[in-house]
């Protein structure tokens, strides 16, 4: 569900399954989204959010990528041939995109739901 409300920023449902993820396969649009399309783990709870930078926010299972709170990511598979490099680089830019898309509507929503109090 997570995945669904980004369709217009993503575009694609090719997006979410990462390029080495052999078991996973590409949902054709939004609409037929399921979990057996989405390689990523998204965790959700009060302490995953911008102000606890070092909360890990998603993970790739299958090159074990871990992407940060913070937008940051930490790459624990990198193998040497450039056709391997290219495929993780890009599973990390997925979810380095996937990060700040969800944080930017939970900015976007604390912000309208706080207008009131700025005033």
């Known amino acids: 569900m997570h995945f669904r409300v980004m369709s217009n920023e993503l575009n694609t449902p090719l997006l979410l399954v990462c ?20 390689s990523y783990r998204l965790r959700t709870g009060t302490n995953v959010n911008w102000e606890n930078p ?5 993970v790739c299972p299958v090159d074990g990528n871990v992407l940060y709170c913070d937008g940051s990511v930490t790459i624990w598979k990198i193998q040497v041939t450039a056709n391997s490099l290219a495929e993780t680089y890009s ?3 997925i979810v380095a995109g996937l ?3 969800i944080a930017g509507e939970a900015l976007m929503r604390w912000s309208q739901g706080n207008e009131g109090a700025n005033r």
């Open 19 to 38: 390029p080495k993820d052999k078991h996973k396969k590409a949902a054709a649009d939004f609409d037929n989204l399921q979990s057996s399309n989405v």
């Open 54 to 58: 070092t909360e890990v926010l998603a």
């Open 91 to 93: 599973c990390v830019g």
């Open 99 to 101: 990060i700040l898309l």
